[in-house]
């Protein structure tokens, strides 16, 4: 389990051994969530480390090859940032109690919707297409200029058009969502696939963030950031069936840390 409350810096995580994991400290970020989520629930330790959100983080670039975060590094193996060699990297190291299930047709569900949450212009993906667009100027080019908003929209393809197509396709996933979990809590079963705990219900946990954040006593979000959180574009909220975040409250409440140290 992780104990480390303090930040490493990246002299120290680079001479290190096991498990260090880049977070942007201070944010709950769903990506670096979901990733302190899956080393929590199977108990491995790890050194955290902070990246600097929308920052040129050099000191990462030159140890890990990425600016951005979460990135795990165990031992002298590759840095690894995609979400779910993330997730393939926690099941190698502890393979119990698995997040991954065994059954094709539930692993391949389980897949499906987690690369539609986590994966590019998934629901994540969009979310933060659509904060950016409230960050940016209206007027001229939006992507003019250094500041922290130009600094991701840059990163991560912002556009107006890609910005406008943003809400329909989070309402599709959380409909999506919502019919999944729906159906399993009316079959008797109280995850996302099957009848156990698996990745997508710890994804979720942390990405229901950029639907309603926790409380604060629960997450300390900055004030000035929990307001970006909050999704309220009518329609994408409506397709948000209440049982969303009441199962986002129980997975932490079961199997989760709280509060959420950031």
Not at 37 to 63: C, M, S, T
Not at 80 to 96: H, K, Q, T, V
Not at 173 to 188: E, K, N, P, T
Not at 233 to 261: F, K, S, W
Request: with cysteine.
């Amino acid at each position: 389990m992780a104990t480390a409350t303090d930040y490493v810096d990246v002299d120290t995580a680079r001479n290190a051994r096991g498990l260090r994991l880049v977070l942007t400290r201070g944010v709950p970020g769903p990506w670096g969530e979901s990733a302190k989520g899956i080393f929590w629930v199977k108990r491995v330790p790890y050194l955290r480390v902070a990246q600097e959100g929308a920052g040129a983080n050099d000191e990462l670039v030159a140890w890990t090859g990425h600016a951005n975060a979460p990135v795990a590094v165990y031992d002298d193996e590759p840095p690894r940032s995609g979400w779910m060699d993330i997730l393939r990297l926690a099941e190698r190291i502890a393979p119990e109690p698995a997040l991954i299930p065994d059954a094709p047709t539930l692993r391949a569900t389980m897949f499906g919707f987690a690369n539609e949450l986590c994966g590019e212009m998934g629901f994540g993906w969009s979310r933060r297409l659509m904060m950016l667009d409230t960050m940016l100027p209206r007027a001229g080019d939006p992507l003019a200029g250094d500041g922290p908003a130009q600094t991701l929209a840059r990163r991560y393809g912002y556009s107006r058009a890609a910005a406008a197509q943003a809400p329909a396709r989070v309402a599709a996933i959380l409909g999506a969502l919502s019919s999944l979990l729906r159906d399993q809590y009316a079959a008797g079963h109280r995850f996302f696939v099957g009848d156990r705990l698996s990745a997508l219900d710890i994804y979720w946990a942390a990405f229901a963030a950029l639907v309603e954040p926790l409380p604060a006593g629960l997450c300390a979000t900055p004030e000035y950031i929990r307001p970006f959180y909050v999704l309220d574009d009518t329609g994408a909220r409506a397709a948000a069936d209440p049982l969303l975040l009441q199962h986002r409250d129980r997975i932490y409440n079961e199997h989760l840390e709280l509060p959420v140290r950031l």
